[in-house]
T-cell receptor, first 117, second 111 residues
Framework: NAGVTQTPKFQVLKTGQSMTLQCAQD?????MSWYRQDPGMGLRLIHY???????DQGEVPNGYNVSRSTTEDFPLRLLSAAPSQTSVYFC????????????????FGNGTRLTVT | GENVEQHPSTLSVQEGDSAVIKCTYS??????FPWYKQELGKGPQLIID?????GEKKDQRIAVTLNKTAKHFSLHITETQPEDSAVYFC??????????FGDGTTLTVKP
């Protein structure tokens, strides 16, 4: 198993450009999520999904869109990049049996380092 | 919403000493509390976790304690080694899947 794969590893954008950060997992996990990591601020939840076709907002959703058309993929879209979106982005997934209310450990990808100039 | 506070932000110990990192949370709906270790240039990796129906869990040199009443939980690392040097994050997660992380603790173990 490859686990959680994020692409690209690095990206530089100009203000106003759009792009999609890709995230794929091959563990058949129901739950997937996106975080941004800024110095001294830990990991902040952007959006999450508890299954295909279902998404919800996290702590800092503004400026980002997500979709979950398949179990494996959870892309994060920046429609109009801003310098404030310069950060390291992590995708994570876990097996989550919501029916029995059982939370499971998150498996993280290795991140995408995004710079917006 | 949930608020997780983590202390200290930096911790330096001598090899062989113990290290303790503490977190507090605010949302009583949180029922799962994992700890992650992050090395430079990599994503966080789970090192230990605890659920709200358990007070303590141990795995070799690592232990976690949870006080539900006081809403705080702690990570204990004994007999620290240089390879324990990393950034450690606590998190509080609800049944609905919403996760809140602490701001991280940079642990340095001096040989």
């Amino acid at each position: 198993n490859a686990g959680v794969t994020q692409t690209p590893k690095f990206q530089v954008l100009k203000t106003g450009q759009s792009m999609t950060l890709q995230c794929a997992q091959d563990m058949n996990h129901e739950y997937m999520s996106w975080y941004r990591q800024d110095p001294g601020m830990g990991l902040r939840l952007i959006h999450y999904s508890v299954g295909a076709g279902i998404t919800d907002q996290g702590e800092v959703p503004n400026g980002y869109n997500v979709s979950r058309s398949t179990t494996e993929d959870f892309p994060l879209r920046l429609l109009s990049a801003a310098p404030s979106q310069t950060s390291v982005y992590f995708c994570a997934s876990s097996y989550s049996n919501m029916g029995t209310r059982h939370n499971s450990p998150l498996h993280f990808g290795n991140g995408t380092r995004l710079t917006v100039t | 919403g949930e608020n997780v506070e983590q202390h200290p932000s930096t911790l330096s110990v001598q090899e062989g000493d113990s290290a303790v990192i503490k977190c507090t949370y605010s949302d009583s709906a949180s029922n799962y509390f994992p700890w992650y270790k992050q090395e430079l240039g990599k994503g966080p990796q789970l090192i230990i976790d605890i659920r709200s129906n358990v007070g303590e869990k141990k795995d070799q040199r690592i232990a976690v304690t949870l006080n539900k009443t006081a809403k705080h939980f702690s990570l204990h690392i004994t007999e620290t080694q240089p390879e324990d040097s990393a950034v450690y994050f606590c998190a509080a997660i609800t049944n609905a899947g919403k996760s809140t992380f602490g701001d991280g603790t940079t642990l340095t173990v001096k040989p």
